[in-house]
């Protein structure tokens, strides 16, 4: 899987995750904006031609359920970006946030502290 989500999609996608398996329905109850049903159902579509998202038939509803974890996901776009980026150095990353003070020395301690 090395294939990135539209802001759409990612929006529907994280709902998927939250609900874990679910009918159309309890997905577009999750999802986090007023985003319409068929609206919804369309992106689901896509998810699943992308490979992200199946779905099981019950009766003539369908259940979906994510085939990308959102661990597995959030890796892989880390990954992806940290070489674009950063030419693929999670020092040079992490540098640039400090210098940015997006991540402070405390937390740099703190993290070091739970690696060892």
Request: charged share 25%; proline share 1%; glycine share 4%.
């Amino acid at each position: 899987m090395n294939k990135e989500l539209t802001k759409a999609e990612e929006q529907v996608m994280q709902a998927i995750w939250k609900v874990g398996e679910g009918f159309a329905n309890e997905i577009v109850a999750a999802v986090e904006s007023d985003v319409a049903y068929n609206t919804v159902l369309t992106v689901v579509r896509v998810l699943e031609q992308k490979g992200f998202v199946a779905h099981e038939t019950f009766n003539r509803s369908n259940r979906y359920y994510p085939l990308v974890s959102r661990e597995q996901y959030m890796q892989q776009q880390l990954s992806s970006f940290t070489q674009r980026y950063f030419g693929s150095s999670a020092r040079s990353l992490v540098s640039f946030l400090v210098d940015r003070n997006e991540v402070t020395l405390e937390d740099l301690e703190s993290i070091t502290k739970e690696i060892e």
